[in-house]
């Protein structure tokens, strides 16, 4: 269901020639003018309002200053000879000033380059494959086997993505073998192709964050990665789990945090999921869900406070910001691991899920919006308010226009309601959420890394301009809901052996009711 609202259509100028006896009157133009331009030229004002003020008072300053006498100069020159005790207490305390300033302001991140795992295509499972395999299996009975092929139908997944190999067993072989043979597939896959693009070497990374929700095993994710390249024996490394889809985001946070402490580093972010064991054999609908729509996939994220890195990066990290609504109940329980009535473990989805999303998205952009928006939106946003208290509680708030903050909008791929109700709350544009929906279609819910997916159809696209700034929003378990903002440092280009790389030319694709075009013709 889109959610773009199209512009105003300029209606047709009143006729140039009026009836005898008619008042001649100037058209509506609340009615005729295009209020989106209108918008924009409030947006352009206030943003450069600053400059629109000073500019006037340096033409006054400098018109003064050519005015001024030589004698004036030299009395000043003299005046200064005559204070230089003063002068040089005041150059020590701005020099200190300076120093500190310099020493204890934030380090710039940078993202070197990042790198999404593209399982092979024997992996690949097609919608009449998974109907059949679920049948042949024989754990579910004829209500289950209806519920998933009516949510994989409207899901917006294509026929490409893509299940681990236990799954193309008949019947299924999950366990802790192949478990960690998927774990190591995606993360060594997708951490080759890293290393070998970027040419770091693995002993010259310092910080290691792993995150993967329902697979834990010991050793450690992590400590499987650092066994396998043979990381340094005092690498900070840190194995996130159970934190949901969102957990992407909470490690790049927790990167940049130790990047701020520990200088000329490197910190490589792993984001995966592990289907094997987490797949659900029982017959409880809000469990069969994830089923439908969760596919293998993971991505490999090199970040660096290095200076010399700038050069060479894609992106520069502006903001993270995270909020946590695990406080209440509902929001606590509505995705939930647990055993069904059988003792057969899934994660369940509340019918709650959507409402509560919104909730924590509505207390996230409340405190990333003033980090972003531009001042008029600012002012706009606050006027609303106080509209609201003061004048008329049924005034509706306003919501602010995100495009002017951001060009670029990677929304986690959780599925086709939740991008349906971002795009249509922030009202974005089909182009905005294409990335999503293609990511969706192409590679299902990859979960943690899904909006790394979403980042690199951008690219392949060669839509990523100097400074664009991109916004990656996660949900996840707990609940939370989380965003990144990024600006690009030069026009990007997609790396080499990309996710997209030999399917980029057949996207978008058109999806009609969560079904690929195509599928409507069949």
Request: with cysteine.
């Amino acid at each position: 269901m889109p959610g773009a609202v199209a512009g105003n259509v300029m209606p047709a100028w009143p006729a140039a020639a009026e009836a005898p006896g008619q008042n001649r009157r100037l058209p509506d133009f609340l009615q005729s003018v295009n209020l989106k331009y209108v918008k924009l030229g409030y947006h352009y004002l206030i943003t450069h309002l600053l400059t629109l003020l000073v500019l006037p008072l340096m033409v006054v300053i400098l018109v003064e200053a050519s005015r001024t006498d030589p004698q004036d100069l030299r009395k000043l020159w003299n005046h200064l000879q005559f204070n230089l005790v003063s002068i040089l207490v005041c150059s020590a305390v701005l020099v200190f000033g300076i120093t500190v300033y310099i020493m204890t302001r934030p380090r710039a991140v940078y993202l070197v380059d990042y790198a999404c795992y593209r399982p092979p295509d024997r992996l690949q499972v097609r919608y009449s494959q998974f109907m059949e395999h679920s049948r042949l299996c024989g754990n579910f009975n004829e209500s289950a086997l209806e519920f998933q092929r009516k949510i994989l139908e409207r899901s917006g997944l294509g026929e490409e993505t893509y299940v681990p190999d236990a799954m193309h067993y008949l019947p299924p072989r999950p366990s802790m073998a192949a478990a960690r043979d998927e774990a190591e597939q995606v993360m060594f896959g997708c951490l080759d192709k890293l290393f070998q693009n970027t040419g770091v070497k693995p002993k010259d990374v310092g910080i290691l964050v792993v995150n993967c929700s329902l697979f834990n095993p010991t050793p450690s994710l992590s400590a499987m990665i650092v066994n396998r390249y043979k990381l340094r024996g005092n690498i900070l490394s840190f194995n996130l789990g159970g934190m949901g889809c969102s957990a992407g985001v909470i490690s790049v946070d927790l990167a940049r945090d130790l990047l701020q402490v520990h200088r000329n580093t490197y910190a490589v972010v792993v984001s995966t999921e592990n289907i094997t064991q987490n797949w659900y054999f029982g017959n409880r609908k809000s469990m069969l869900i994830p089923n439908c729509l969760f596919r293998v996939g993971g991505a490999a994220i090199l970040l660096s406070n290095r200076s010399a890195d700038r050069h060479r990066a894609k992106y520069r990290l502006v903001h993270v910001v995270r909020t946590h609504s695990g406080a209440d109940d509902k929001a606590f329980r509505c995705v939930y691991q647990e055993q069904d009535d059988d003792g057969k473990v899934g994660v369940s989805l509340s019918k709650d899920l959507m409402a509560i999303a919104g909730g924590a998205l509505k207390t996230n952009i409340t405190t990333l919006g003033p980090l972003v928006l531009p001042i008029s939106e600012q002012l706009l946003f606050f006027a609303s308010l106080v509209a609201k208290k003061l004048f008329n509680s049924k005034v509706k708030p306003y919501i602010p226009d995100f495009k002017l903050a951001f060009e670029h909008f990677c929304i986690h791929a959780g599925g086709r309601a939740v991008i349906d109700e971002l795009e249509k709350n922030l009202q974005l544009q089909p182009i905005h959420v294409e990335a999503s929906r293609m990511t969706l279609h192409r590679f299902g819910n990859t979960s943690s890394s899904s909006i790394w997916y979403e980042l690199a159809y951008i690219e392949a696209k060669g839509r990523m301009r100097k400074s664009n700034r991109v916004w990656q929003i996660a949900f996840g378990s707990g609940f939370k809901c989380n965003s990144a903002v990024w600006q690009a440092l030069r026009k990007v280009k997609p790396s080499q052996g990309g996710p997209w790389l030999d399917c980029i030319d057949r996207y978008p694709v058109q999806i009609i009711d969560g079904i690929p075009a195509f599928q409507h013709q069949q």
